[in-house]
């Protein structure tokens, strides 16, 4: 009775900070003002793993998209991917609207817009073959909570375009 159709994909980080390299966290917990925006709109959150965390732990070490660009790395994105775009494939045979995918700015795994991260060139591929189409949108690599304004106006407008909705 209350399905509205509509999902959202975020990179991990985006809910999860705790995720991220030690001391490069930019919020306690999660990006809340891009969540709320997200939840006022009742739009439904698919959270993508972190191929990172996954791969390489917790007390990881910082890596450049170079280094995470090999052939074990790819095959652990893709094995990721997997279920991820099942899931995402039958919600698009049923009619649900993916608004689009939200990642991160600058991330060796998860940059969706400029150099596309590891993670994400093995996820879009696979999208592509099952002929899904997601817009994406990257939060800024300078993003946090203390310094969010021009990032959050630019993801409502963007949201805005995918839902019909003038404005928030």
Request: proline share 3%; glycine share 6%.
């Amino acid at each position: 009775m209350y399905r509205n159709k509509r999902i959202i994909i975020l990179a991990h980080c985006i809910l999860n900070q705790n995720a991220v390299v030690r001391d490069w966290e930019r919020a306690a917990g999660g990006f809340n003002e891009i969540i709320r925006i997200i939840l006022a709109q009742h739009i439904s959150i698919l959270q993508l793993p972190c191929p990172e965390f996954t791969f390489s732990g917790e007390a990881r070490e910082p890596r450049s998209k170079a280094e995470y660009d090999t052939v074990a790395f790819r095959k652990h994105a893709g094995t990721l991917s997997l279920s991820i775009v099942e899931q995402l494939a039958e919600y698009h045979k049923n009619g649900y609207q993916l608004l689009g995918i939200v990642g991160i700015s600058e991330s060796p795994s998860c940059d969706t817009l400029f150099e596309k991260g590891v993670f994400m060139e093995e996820f879009f591929a696979q999208l592509q073959a099952r002929e899904i189409a997601l817009e994406p949108f990257d939060i800024a690599a300078d993003y946090g909570q203390d310094k969010c304004e021009n990032t959050e106006d630019r993801f409502k407008t963007w949201l805005a375009a995918r839902i019909d909705c003038e404005q928030f």
